[in-house]
């Protein structure tokens, strides 16, 4: 009885699991990106339209000769993994999901003030990434409230 | 049954993506750069310098010969980090074809991002009014980190013109001056009539390199090729592009 009221509810939840596991594909997408280009020494020219140049060759842009967005590439790929289980009925790992993207916005909130006041230039793939992590969160606190009607 | 089917698929699922960005992350690393095709020629750009630019501030700055077969004209930012990672490779470009290259450097500061570009760009024409342009692009270019995050970058600027042997306050004086501020407009006036949007922009005989930057020594020594092919019949040309490229090509 207990099982059948699970599956019923995990059902329930499932679709804002998977919408998360596929927003943080973008995500992992956009690390990934940001990772290779690091790692590349690609050059691009700067622009008017934004400072991203600045931002990837700043000292903000590697931890320890690792480039963040490398750390950024793990991270989404734990939140799609937790977000995938918990759509397949794994209802803890939606909590973790929580926890997890609740650390992530957090790091990107400071990133984001980062580039706004201390390297003052915007990399439009950083925001982007910001972007998706904000999305994640909020995804994870509306499914709070469905849970709970 | 359907619980076990139901755990296995996740897990199937994850392993895929994580194998998935495994294999495309590791084979754009090995292979090349992400968007661009490996082995790939970079397409010839089309002429789109307009024949009645501005001619750009005065003096020129300008390394190597005036007759130099191939002229690679730089619009540049002081405070972009590509173009601090190009400076490096255009002192190869010119050490390696010598008095064949021409290069011509123009200021063209992106005002709207780079807070201190203009003061940099202000800052080696003020040099250059003492001699020491290059000397003070060299030293900008190679000190880009510490002074783009200066709350006040005027006062390095004055500290490298110290350490190059400048008058101090003629620089200063010099750097907020008419004169300079002139220059560095004109050359961005001859940038705007280029269509330059970003920087580095180089021009190889007033041909756009585009965004392919790393392109830069190929495209330079494929006019090289292709002028000195030109000139092969003529043998008895007496300039000394065409001496050089014949005498290259009975090699």
Known sequence: MNEIENVTNSNAVAKLPLLAAVVALIGLSDAIYLTIHHLNGEMVPCNVTGGCETVLTSSYAEIGGIPLAAFGAVAYFIAFSLAILAAFGNRKMWLFFGMQVTLMTLASSYFVYLQLFVIKAICQYCMLSAGVCLTLFIIAVISKFWKSR | ?251
């Open chain 2, 1 to 251: 049954m359907e619980n076990t089917n139901k755990s296995g698929l996740p897990v199937a699922i994850i392993g895929v993506v994580l194998l998935a960005a495994i294999g495309i992350g590791g084979w754009f690393l090995l292979k090349g750069k992400p968007g661009s095709e490996p082995g790939t020629p970079t397409p010839t750009p089309k002429n789109t310098v307009p024949a009645n630019a501005p001619p750009g501030g005065n003096p020129t700055w300008s390394l190597g010969p005036s007759n130099a077969a191939v002229t690679v004209e730089e619009f540049a930012d002081f405070q972009c980090p590509t173009c601090a990672q190009m400076h490096p490779k255009v002192k190869e470009l010119r050490a390696a074809l010598g008095d064949r290259v021409r290069i011509v450097f123009r200021q063209f500061p992106l005002t709207q991002v780079h807070q201190w570009g203009y003061d940099a760009a202000c800052a080696a024409e003020a040099a250059g009014l003492q001699g020491k342009f290059w000397e003070m692009q060299n030293m900008l270019f190679t000190n880009q980190q510490s002074w783009s995050n200066s709350p006040d970058a005027r006062k390095l600027f004055a500290e490298y013109a110290k350490t190059l042997g400048l008058d101090v306050n003629k620089f200063s004086d010099d750097m907020i001056g008419l004169q300079v501020k002139n220059k560095v407009d004109a050359d961005m006036q001859r940038g705007r009539a280029f269509n330059v949007n970003s920087t580095p922009s180089f021009y190889i005989n007033n041909k756009p390199l585009g965004q392919n930057l790393d392109q830069l020594r190929a495209m330079v020594e494929a006019e090289l090729k292709k002028l000195e092919e030109a000139n092969q019949p003529q043998s008895n040309s007496n300039t000394a592009n065409a001496n050089t490229a014949n005498a290259n090509s009975n090699k």
